[in-house]
């Protein structure tokens, strides 16, 4: 009660605000209108950080890589109808990658339901596809709980996305201060620990491999395994390889790595180890002819729905991945064991690296212009700050980029994930820019960005100039999807009639000039088509921290990657 006898009033929309915050939620990614831009005004309020963005599906992107990289879900917020349509894309893609993610929705007023309200949509159910909870509270003071439900249910058990629809005559309802109960921050994720003898189980077969791998997803990097994992590798000696995502969990140029051989490792192990992995097309769905027939699985990972998936597992480890990997740990405290580092299996793997890192390189150093990819990628991972965080989309540029850009920490590289999404690159670029000016100042953000993929959400670029932050872009531009045109090809097609009915739908305009993009907002723009003028303006933008760049990197329209071994698969992710 105040002082004058009347009573004290908050609003709806403070009421949500301060439930995230109580909920340890720090960012919140977002673009205002009717009838949430009260709710982002009490976010700032309370101390959440408000990054407005320019499509609501590259904020979701955003919010959901903050979930990944801190462990706490961030918060994507929209308003009614076409808003949270726009981010659906955003939380399938969360929910896909089992990333933990919160999207607020304004919806239109409950009186008015049914009756064609102004962007009346079924958002509760609309979401119900995309995320593990979808709810309404079913007032201002039911808020609270259904923020702590949504919250913890995004962290517990496999990570995903969750939405709490706000309608739009709670955000300006007040109510008496003294209804609202704040529930309490939720607490930590539950650690769980697999069965004892199926540990056992997977430390015998372990120990009796003779082709063994261990394979490191993204739900690794999630767990913060890094330390446990890299342990159990040196430990008993084993080989690994990383999951695009799982990259940098233990560093790319570990000597165990064997990144390098991937195909002729997933190939020919007799035993695999996943860690946070599952067994999706991204691992060519653990069946021949990529693997063994009988290779025996060990399955390490939180949900028990995932064990068993398109494989017969010899042994499962249903469990926290840093609390299993310590009970390996102990089994090989126990009575202690190494892989033989002389055995023939690290030989294989061993030469496989060398001459396919020395393709790669003979590749990197043609001469010829309009550059290569690998030549592109050898002189951007040459000048790459070891600590900087590396977001990649779009198909031969993601794709190559992975195998000579180098990961050296947990959580630094985002991609285009389980869901092949193209558009993340921006938003995921913006929430690792945030998160490291909180955490870790100074620390960069390189995004290595196809033509294509760019394009997506290529108007974020203004959000990364309104905040300043410190991302450096790469564009690099066949002048296609997946291939291109030359400019002089491109005007001799156009002579045999209209672009529509003429131009392959692969191609997008030569010679197009996306630096511009990022000069119209004042950062500093690039156009390069040597090898020189790459190193050079990437050491330019590099040293000068004042300002977001972007590098547009004209390479060989036709380029491709080099040849595989598994033609049949080469437009797979790997
Ligand atoms: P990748 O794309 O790197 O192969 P996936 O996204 O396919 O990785 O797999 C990640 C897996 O990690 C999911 O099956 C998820 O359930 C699991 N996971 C997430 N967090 C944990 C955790 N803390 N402990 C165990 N497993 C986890
Ligand atoms: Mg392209």
Redesign the pocket.
Same mark, same amino acid.
């Given at each position: 009660e105040r002082s004058d006898g009347r009573e004290r009033l908050v609003s709806g929309a403070k009421v949500v605000a301060q439930a995230l915050k109580t909920q340890d939620v720090n960012y919140m990614f977002g673009i205002v209108g009717i009838p949430v831009t009260e709710i982002a005004l009490a976010a700032q309020e309370v101390g959440i950080r408000y990054i407005g963005m320019r499509n609501e599906q590259a904020a979701c992107y955003a919010a959901s890589a903050v979930g990944y990289l801190t462990g706490r879900p961030g918060v994507c917020l929209v308003v009614s109808g076409p808003g949270l349509i726009h981010a659906l894309g955003g939380m399938a893609n969360a929910n896909m990658?089992?990333w933990p993610l919160i999207v607020i929705g304004g919806s239109s007023e409950r009186s008015q339901e049914t009756m064609g309200a102004f962007q009346e949509f079924p958002q509760v159910e609309a979401c119900r596809l995309y995320s593990k909870f979808s709810a309404r509270p079913s007032s201002i003071e039911a808020i609270p709980s259904i923020i702590e439900k949504a919250v913890r249910s995004s962290i517990y058990g @496999? /990570?995903g996305a969750c939405y709490v629809d706000i309608p739009a005559d709670f955000v300006n309802l007040q109510v008496n201060v003294n209804s609202v109960r704040y529930v309490e921050c939720c607490m930590p994720p539950p650690v769980s620990m697999a069965e004892s003898s199926a540990v056992c189980m997977a430390a015998s077969v372990i120990r009796n491999a003779k082709q063994p791998l261990l394979i490191i997803?993204?739900?690794a990097a999630?767990?913060r395994a890094e330390e446990s994992i890299r342990k159990l590798v040196e430990q008993c000696k084993l080989p690994f390889l990383p999951? /695009?995502? #799982?990259k940098g969990v233990i560093p790319d140029n570990h000597p165990n790595c064997v990144g390098a051989a991937r195909s002729r490792a997933l190939q020919f192990a007799d035993v695999i180890v996943l860690f #946070?992995? @599952?067994l999706?097309w !991204?691992?060519h769905f653990g069946l021949p002819p990529r693997y063994q027939p009988d290779v025996k699985f060990i399955q390490? $990972? !939180?949900?028990a729905e995932?064990l068993g998936n398109n494989v017969r597992p010899a042994v499962t480890l249903l #469990? $926290? !991945?840093?609390a299993v990997t310590k009970q390996l740990l102990e089994q090989f405290d126990k009575t202690p064991w190494q892989y033989p580092p002389e055995s023939k299996w690290w030989k294989i793997l061993r030469e496989k690296m060398k001459s396919n890192e020395a393709l790669s390189k003979e590749l990197a150093f043609k001469k010829s212009l309009p550059m290569n990819y690998y030549t592109v990628f050898y002189h951007i991972q040459e000048q790459l700050p070891r600590d900087c965080f590396v977001v990649s989309e779009g198909a031969n540029t993601m794709d190559i980029g992975r195998t000579v850009l180098q990961n050296y920490l947990p959580r630094h590289r985002l991609d285009a #994930?389980?869901f092949g999404t193209m558009g993340v690159g921006l938003g995921f670029a913006i929430a690792s820019a945030l998160v490291a000016k909180d955490r870790n100042p100074g620390q960069q953000v390189i995004c290595v960005e196809g033509d294509s993929a760019f394009g997506f959400s290529g108007m974020e670029v203004e959000t990364i100039c309104r905040y300043n932050l410190p991302i450096i872009l790469l564009v690099v531009n066949n002048n296609g999807i997946y291939q291109g045109f030359d400019t002089d090809t491109w005007k001799e097609m156009l002579k045999f009639g209209d672009a529509t009915t003429v131009a392959p739908p692969m191609c997008l305009l030569p010679h197009s000039h996306y630096e511009h993009v990022m000069i119209a907002f004042g950062g500093k723009g690039y156009f390069v088509q040597t090898p020189e003028e790459l190193q050079k303006s990437l050491r330019q933008s590099l040293a000068d921290t004042t300002k977001p760049s972007l590098i547009n990197i004209m390479i060989e329209p036709q380029a491709m990657r080099k040849a595989q071994d598994f033609h049949w698969l080469t437009r797979s992710n790997m």
């Open positions: 990658n089992c @496999r /990570p997803g993204k739900g999630y767990a999951t /695009p995502m #799982g #946070g992995a @599952r999706n !991204i691992l390490v $990972d !939180i949900c995932e #469990g $926290d !991945i840093n #994930g389980t």
